[in-house]
Structures are given as C-alpha cells and as structure tokens.
C-alpha cells in the first residue's frame, strides 16, 4: 500500500525511525520526504543526547544493600516463620519497649542505609531544591537554618518526609523531620554508634542524630524554633 | 538458587538502571524522588523476580511498575494541590538546565513539555520503545501516541527555533 507525503510525514513525524515497506517505498520515490526523515532523524539524535543525564553513581549500591535485606517469594516461608518465631520469643519485650524504643531505632536504621548523606561535599544544596524537599515532606522552615549540605524525600513509616544533613560542630548532622511521628517531651538516645534526640515539634518531632561526641545539641536549637507543619 | 537470584537481579538492576532513574527524573523532575521511585521500583521487581520468565521483556516490566510506583506517588500527593507542573523546573541543576553544554536549551524546552508530550518521547528515544509499546504503558490508542510524538517534536523544534520542514 502507498503512502502520500502527508501520511508519510506524519509518520515519521512520530517514529523517525520507522521502517515499514510502504514508507521505505515513498522515501525512495520522493527526495523532499527522504530530506525530512534525515532532518527528523538527526534531531532526535539530538534529543536523545539531551535526555542522558548523570545517574547516581550510588544509587545501584543502595538498592542491592535493600534488596539483600529483603527476602523475595522463595524465600518467604522462610521468613514469616522466622518472624513467628521471634514474635514468640519476644513477646515478653512488650508493646510498650516495642513503641518507644523503635523510632530511635527506626531514625538511626535510615540514617545507616544512606551512607552517603554524611559524606563531605563541595557545596550546600540549592535553595529551591531545600525548598522542593520540605515541600513534599510536608514541612518548611520559618528563618535561615545555616548550610545544608543533603535534603532528600525518604520514606519513613510510610510517609514522606525530609532527610537533612548539616555542619555540626564537630561533623555531619542529620536532621529528620518527622511530622507524623508525637514524641510527649524530648527522648536522647544512644543506638548503634550514634547519639541524638526525637525533639517534639508542634503536633510532629524532629530527630536529630550525629555520631557519637559529634555535638548535636546545638543543631536541635537552631531546627526546632524554626521548623513548621504544612499538613 | 538463591546465588543465582542475586546474580540474575543484580544484572537486570545493571541493565535497567539509567534508562529508568532517567525517565523517572524527567517525568517527576525531583533528583530525590527519582532515586526513591526507581528504589521502590526495583525492590518491587526483586521481589517478583520469579514472576519475570523472559528477561529479554525486563525494561517494559519495569517501566510498568515504576509507572505505577509514580501513579501511587501522584495519588498521594493529589490533595496537596500541587502544581507539579512547577516542581520540574525546580531542580534546574539536575536537568543540566545550568549546563553551558550545547544540550541546556533543549534539556530545558523538554522539561517545558506537557507530560503527555514528555512522557512518550522519553519512552520511545530514551528507552527506545517503539509506538505500540508506548501505547501499551500509557493505555492510549497508536495513532494517539503518533501524534504526540509528532506533537512534542514541533514544539521542541518550535522552542529552539529549529525548522523540520522541507519543501514538498
């Protein structure tokens, strides 16, 4: 079946590569038609230059270290019977240890699996990116908070929120705004090499860890003034 | 068995991993986001990689569950009343928008694409899937897909001053 120059331009308008035997046909059979495919071709070239962005060169690590963490299908008999059998055992730790010592639990887990975030870096995030950050984890910030040097949305307990690092006194501190999770007053903990707090904030908290003699206290300050719900 | 599965996964994980960290930043235009969603994406995949019989069929596997995984994350959102249209060009350093390089101003002409345009014309010449394919993932009809491919074509050509047109 032929083509006229308007179908076979539509066509190609939307798959410059295509190759049916009609359209081949035509190309051969008309230069101005053949002269558009070649145009519409090298533009694409173009196109698919500008669409290859730089790819988190941690981002493989980061998913393989969550995927060996979680068993797939084979694997799942396995694991509900062996979290059966840990409930059991473990039921004498009670709900109460379970609801007030898992948060700090929970906090210093996601700080360990984005190894990364404390890494040093060249210069702070951008305002707008800080910005898109608390945005969609449900938060700003009311005055100036210093340098941040990571923000990145995370899930949390099933929410979004935001995951920030800044300059401490003595290194990295990381600063976890936590608008879903109420803490009655102020909880320090030590877990796992770190010390922080889970500082109420409002109706939320924030959690605010570095490692151990890192110095937080003078971070949880400087957030917890200016940090507000936009729920 | 379970060797094999991580050598399997993390082949695939190879495999697919630009193609889909870049098409999900260029539909959600947050850098963070993109890296949760393709996380989400590919822990999603592991566990139902024995779903997964030809791994020759992987990328569109995966690209239908990081659609969904971005559709769940839309949805969520959608009481916000977000103007997701303006969160793009929010992270203007992530595109290359502040790039010198000769590919700023049509990085920043595609970011500026309506979503219907965006999202086929990342689908068909970054991930190289072909028309029926597209309208398959976006359940639109083939002639549809034609003519939004054509669609975002002129208008990128139209933003960068580009003419496509050769006389008849």
């Given amino acids: 079946m032929s083509v006229t120059c308007l179908e076979f331009r539509r066509r190609i308008g939307g798959e410059p590569n295509a190759r049916d035997a009609a359209l081949i046909e035509h190309r051969h059979a008309c230069r101005a038609c053949a002269a558009f495919q070649d145009r519409m071709q090298r533009f694409d070239g173009r196109i698919a230059a500008a669409l290859e962005l730089p790819v988190p060169e941690h981002l493989a690590d980061r998913i393989l270290f969550q995927a060996r963490r979680r068993p797939g299908r084979p694997q799942r008999f396995a694991a509900i019977a062996a979290t059966v059998l840990v409930l059991l055992s473990g039921v004498w730790t009670g709900a109460r240890y379970l609801n007030t010592g898992s948060l700090p639990q929970a906090v210093v887990t996601h700080i360990e699996h984005e190894p990364d975030a404390l890494m040093p870096v060249s210069a702070p995030v951008g305002k707008q990116h800080l910005d898109a950050v608390l945005k969609w984890g449900d938060a700003r910030l009311d005055g100036d908070v210093g340098p941040v040097s990571y923000a990145r949305l995370c899930y949390f307990r099933g ?10 006194p003595n290194g990295p501190v990381t600063v976890i705004l936590l608008p879903h999770q109420q803490v009655a007053k102020p909880e320090p903990f030590h877990e796992d090499g770190f010390a922080g707090v889970i500082y109420p904030v409002e109706h939320g908290s924030i959690a605010v860890v570095s490692h151990r003699d890192a110095g937080y206290e003078p971070i949880v300050r400087r957030f917890a003034s200016k940090v507000r719900w936009t729920l | 068995m379970n060797a094999y599965r991580h050598r399997r996964f993390e082949a695939l994980l190879g ?11 260029w539909l959600c235009h947050d850098p963070a986001l993109a890296e949760d969603l393709v996380q989400d994406c590919m822990l999603r995949a592991w566990r139902k990689l024995d779903s997964l019989r030809d791994d020759a069929a992987a990328k569109s596997w995966a690209i239908t569950i990081l659609r969904r995984e971005l559709a769940r994350h839309w949805e969520r959102k959608r009481l916000d009343t977000v103007d997701v249209d303006a969160v793009p060009v929010a992270d203007a350093a992530a595109l290359g928008l502040d790039d010198a390089a000769e590919h700023a101003n049509l990085r920043r002409a595609i970011a500026c694409l309506p979503e219907k345009y965006r999202e086929p014309l990342t689908l068909q010449v970054l991930l190289g899937h072909s028309v029926e394919e597209i309208a398959g993932f ?13 669609r975002a074509r002129k208008l990128l050509a139209e933003a960068l001053d580009v003419s496509l047109e050769v006389s008849a």
Avoid: S
């Fill in chain 2, 138 to 150: 976006m359940e639109l009809k083939v002639p549809t897909v034609l003519t939004r491919l054509f």
């Fill in chain 1, 159 to 168: 929410h979004l929120m935001a995951h920030l690092v800044v300059p401490g």
């Fill in chain 2, 15 to 25: 495999a697919l991993l630009p193609d889909l960290y870049r098409y999900a930043l």
